[in-house]
């Protein structure tokens, strides 16, 4: 038995055309969610030359072989305080029309996380839950749609919690025990309080930039436009570690022997919104 059009992954026996799996996992071979149907061409010949041809169909069934994986990374949002989410629009499990908030932070006080997973049926089912928040809270101060993935405040936070950071950990987990997490950072705001134009931004820098070259620039709104606006860096992550500064409210989230803004190789001035460099970079360094 000859193979015309041999596949990866399917080893068809030249005595005997048994058609056998070779066994190996990995997307270069047998992997359902990239090729799922193909057909293999079987050549046969006797001891007198006589040949025969047939068609094999192959069908691939699926495995939990995917885990989920988020979409969207990193997840930075900001929520109100002073104003508890709406429930009608984040918990859809909610029927209760009386549950409703301000509408100055209805926008701001929602969020939700995706993940996909590649596998079949109920293999590549996400069901989501929050494994950890920080700071810790009774009651809990989240909460989270199991099927939506809607991440939404379960009271009404003081407005003395203005600056101050919730880190929740959000597990994806498939119908076949598979799963990954990701962490969702939450800044807290006044509820008429100056709002970034962004909740993320982002840029390349090369690191033969000189000192004092202008990174990027953020852009934040007042209520009250006769107002100036002053900038300040509360803390620089890499992935290495975070950078805190002494007064930050969050000593909780701080690493071991976490570095200090002054080892930060980016400035901000206090009433300008550009960022530029204030040392040397080095991308071994600086990630």
Sequence with gaps: FITLDPHPGIFVHPLTGGVFATGKQN????DRESTANFTMNILVRDAENRIGTAVIHIHLLD???YQPEFIGLPYYVTFCVGSSASFNALNEQSTDPSIEADPTCKSLNNFKVTAIDKDKGINGTVVYSLTNIRPRAEPPLLSINSTSGHIYLLRSLPSDWTGRQIEAIVAAIDGGGLSSTAIVNIHLVAENG???SAILYSATVLESVPI???VTSVEAVGINNDVSLIYRIV???SMKQI???SNDLFHDFK????LTLEDCPFGLEFNTDSFHIH???HQSTIL
């Design 27 to 30: 997307s270069t071979e047998l």
């Design 63 to 65: 495995i939990n072989d």
């Design 194 to 196: 100056p709002q970034f």
């Design 212 to 214: 004092g070259e202008t």
């Design 235 to 237: 803390s620089a992550k």
């Design 243 to 245: 950078l805190m500064s």
């Design 255 to 258: 690493e071991k022997d976490p």
């Design 279 to 281: 040392s040397f970079l």
